[in-house]
């Protein structure tokens, strides 16, 4: 599933292609997602200018003009949904939305496993009730382990349960909460609430690392995702713990463990993420 840093990617690739540009029209062709595509959708957007591409969590917001209004657009990747650019139409499988903009480029959405949205909502896009309790951006200053002591005190929930709750901590799944944690040093069941302000903060810095690091590689490339411009991202190559249950540590040898958490599977290294006491 995409998460911060791949829909990041994925807004750095199409926000220069489409802002400042005309939406000529829109069509749905397969309006079966998550939630269904609203079928005045592209009614909203025909005729607009998009003026800029934001992200909140996992969530992509393009605003964009009709005359004095604001509107976004707002797209969510689920599980394998995928935006990328064609000289033609939506008219392969899977695809069901479709953007043609000024000078004849289409922005098509393509979503085989069907867990996106493509919502549009009129002013700021940010007041949303889907996106308006989304909590703290992690790559901002506001995230930092002054944050994360106040927003986990009290918790009985494992920490790698709360650092993927979207409502502390925005855009973090499986991955790059697995990955942070081994960085920090703090095995993925420790009781959020017992973390003293010193891990907080080294936890908080251990977050703002990966994704800056799974950014400068274009993301992670899991089997349903790539980036708009079709490039795969490379970070997978450096996961330290993420799928890697029964091999050796990278840093120590010990065997990365695995267990389930919430439902997910969990990785970890015994040794260098030590059972809190
Ligand atoms: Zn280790």
């Known amino acids: 599933m995409p998460e911060l840093p791949e829909v990041e990617t994925v807004r750095r690739c199409i926000a220069p292609r489409i802002v400042g540009r005309r939406a000529q029209k829109a069509v749905v062709r397969d309006s079966r997602l998550r939630c269904p595509i609203p079928s005045r959708l592209p009614g909203e957007i025909a005729g607009g200018v998009f003026t800029e591409v934001r992200r909140r969590g996992k969530y992509l ?3 964009f003009c009709r005359g004095e209004k604001e509107h ?4 969510h990747l689920g599980m394998s949904g995928a935006l990328f650019f ?5 008219r392969e499988r899977h695809e069901h939305f479709g953007v043609l903009l000024e000078g004849g480029e289409w922005l098509i959405y393509k979503d085989p496993r069907r867990f996106g949205c493509i919502l549009s909502a009129a002013g700021d896009g940010c007041a949303h009730p889907l996106i308006c309790n989304i909590g703290a951006e992690p790559l901002t200053a506001k995230f930092n382990g002054a944050f994360l002591r106040d927003a986990l005190r009290g918790r009985k929930t494992a920490v790698k349960n709360a650092l993927m709750n979207g409502g502390i901590v925005a855009g973090v799944g499986n991955i790059y ?3 942070s944690l081994f960085a920090a040093g703090i095995r993925p069941q420790t009781v959020a609430g017992k973390l003293n302000a010193e891990k907080c903060a080294t936890l908080a810095k251990a977050v703002k690392h990966t994704l800056r690091r799974a950014l400068r590689a274009g993301g992670s490339t899991m089997r349903d995702f790539s980036g708009a411009d079709g ?3 490379m970070f997978q190559m450096e996961w330290k713990v993420y799928g890697r249950a029964g091999m050796p540590c990278l840093d120590c040898g010990a065997v990365v463990r695995v267990l389930r958490l919430g439902g997910r599977a969990s990785y970890f290294c015994p040794r260098c993420q030590p059972a809190q006491r």
């Open 86 to 90: 064609s000289g033609r139409p939506p």
């Open 72 to 75: 976004t657009l707002i797209v």
């Open 177 to 179: 909460a697995s990955e």
């Open 61 to 63: 917001l393009a605003d």
């Open 231 to 233: 490039e795969q991202g």
